[in-house]
């Protein structure tokens, strides 16, 4: 499938009109080590805002090595405009693939590690590691940008929630990208992961279960 500036293209999709209900958006717990606080968002809950059905469409084998290579190609030039150091790291050899639409996985990405340049200062890095545990895909996106704060982890994923304003008048947007990317990854069958340190930077890490052989 041709993915070649899909990102400028999805401008477009903000004006889609958005269903109701979310999952995989509220909290069932917390862990911490060393001041830094996980959350995990399970399938099963559900938020206002979109529909996960929504996000499947057409489902195919779908190689995550070439998604994450693609994102990372298509972001190279946002992220060099803004100083920030984007760096791909493929841990695995095996290609790892999964049924699901191409294009709503390349989406996920896109959203996540567009959220990690836009979230990151000058001089900052956003790391994109592609792995494998067990029977499930990893893809990571983690950042030093300015974090989260603990009690705004819950609501990121809130559509048009903002977790700093002034921030979001620069970056600008609706606060769509957070969102769809929980609604896409449900859509999947999968769940994202945020461990966040305001001031040190957040880590999202998407996982994915892997086509069966």
């Known amino acids: ?4 500036g899909w990102l400028s293209r999805q401008n477009q999709y903000i004006d889609t009109p958005q269903p109701k209900g979310v999952g995989i958006l509220a909290s069932t717990g917390e862990s911490r080590k060393h001041g830094t606080k996980s959350r995990y968002f399970p399938r099963s809950q559900k938020r206002k805002g979109l529909e996960t059905h929504d996000f499947l469409g057409h489902s ?16 190279a030039p946002l992220a060099m405009a803004a100083g ?14 999964v ?13 996540l590690v567009t959220n990690g340049i836009q979230y990151t200062a000058a001089d900052g890095k956003v790391n994109l590691t592609l792995d494998r545990y067990q029977q499930e895909a990893l893809i990571a996106i983690q950042d030093t940008g300015i974090g989260i704060a603990p009690k705004q982890q819950t609501r990121i994923f809130d559509r048009f929630y903002r977790v700093n304003s002034d921030r979001s008048r620069i970056t600008g947007g609706f606060g769509l990208g957070l969102p769809i990317a929980a609604a896409i990854a449900q859509a999947h069958q999968g769940n994202i ?13 998407i996982r994915l279960p892997l086509k069966r052989r």
């Open 99 to 111: 049924m699901g639409n191409e294009q709503q996985l390349y989406r996920l990405v896109t959203n």
């Open 1 to 4: 499938m041709e993915r070649r």
């Open 84 to 97: 920030v150091k984007l760096i791909t790291d493929i841990r695995v050899q095996q290609s790892l693939e």
């Open 60 to 75: 195919d084998c779908v190689s995550l090595h070439d998604i994450v290579s693609d994102v990372a190609k298509e972001l």
């Open 193 to 205: 992961h945020l461990q966040s340190q305001p001031g040190k930077g957040t880590t999202f890490t």
